[in-house]
């Protein structure tokens, strides 16, 4: 038998070592293991007090409304919004509110932000929701918003995975049933969850930052990131965005729970106004009854 050269034999072994069983991996990527990835990165989670909890773990959402002199079709329309703020559970999975208490849950200050106005002779009704982890150290886990009125509605919902995943619906030729993803940036609609945790936390200087749903439904625009430069005052935000022609300024109380007292959005040459009426802390879900028609007197909304 001749011998095998010194070459062939150490291709031989490294052939050998190659056949032998690996370690298997699972190729599926789950949502939690795109967290676990991500972690390393996440700020540290914000840690709530006995006055934080008592607020907001007490059982009831806080709904505050508002006078609202909304800017469509170049006219000031009268009407009314509304901001509820409440904590839930939420499935970091499914990314929908949790039924039962489970470790896994995460924690969110949820907002549901609606609008009522009149255009004419029809009806315009708006609604956003937000939900934003309470550690404060990433992004909204899932925004959604729809616009209804009697040409038709629209439907957006952005899920925070490996990426933003955005799936949209419109009557609108041109943005009918959408599917995409989003590079991860700064959240407009965060903005208005974050500033109620800590409004300190909340972003400044030269950022960019994806545009409400609400703004980039109204208006037709590309939903994307854009430059911006935010500014944020003791008890005022402001964000500017050029390339759009648009400022946003949210005027707050400095002091916790940091109520929103006021809002202006101005987008080429016309302003919107929002004005605080009242502040309720209710249990709304269980007001459901005819004799509990009176708390919208309460807030002013009849």
């Known amino acids: 038998m001749q011998f095998l050269k010194p070459s062939l034999l150490i291709f031989i072994a490294l052939l050998i070592l190659s056949c032998k069983e690996q370690p298997k991996t699972d190729t599926k990527t789950t949502y939690n293991q795109v967290e676990s990835i991500t972690e390393k990165t996440k700020l540290p989670a914000f840690k709530t007090n006995k006055q934080f909890n008592d607020y907001w773990y007490s059982g009831q959402a806080e709904i505050t409304s508002y006078q609202l002199e909304q800017s469509r079709y170049g006219e000031i329309r009268k009407g009314t919004a509304v901001l509820v703020y409440v904590t839930e559970p939420f499935l970091k999975n499914d990314q929908v509110k949790a039924d039962q208490n489970n470790p896994s849950n995460i924690n969110v200050l949820k907002l549901n932000a609606t609008k009522k106005i009149n255009t004419g002779i029809y009806p315009y009704s708006i ?15 899932k925004v959604s918003a729809s616009v209804q009125e009697w040409c038709g509605h629209v439907y957006t919902q952005l899920n925070n995975r490996e990426q933003f995943q955005v799936t949209s619906h419109s009557y609108f030729q041109g943005e009918a049933d959408q599917n995409f993803n989003l590079e991860k940036n700064i959240l407009e609609n965060q903005i208005w969850t974050q500033l109620r945790i800590d409004p300190n936390s909340l972003p400044v200087g030269n950022i960019k930052i994806i545009p409400s749903l609400e703004y980039t439904r109204l208006n037709h625009k590309p939903l994307k990131a854009y430059n ?66 009176e708390l919208r007197q309460t807030l002013g909304l009849e």
């Not at 008890?235 to 965005?241: F, P, S, V």
């Not at 987008?267 to 209710?282: C, E, H, P, R, Y």
């Open 228 to 293: 911006a430069f935010a500014e944020n005052k003791p008890g005022q935000y402001t964000l500017k965005i050029k390339d759009l022609d648009r400022q946003l300024t949210i005027k707050y109380n400095p002091s916790f729970p940091y109520t929103i007292q006021s809002w202006e959005e101005t987008q080429n040459g016309n302003t919107t106004k929002a004005t605080k009426i009242k502040t309720l802390q209710s249990d709304y879900w269980n007001k459901k009854s005819n004799s509990d028609l």
């Open 127 to 141: 609604m956003q929701s937000t939900f934003y982890p309470v550690a404060n150290n990433q992004h909204a886990l």
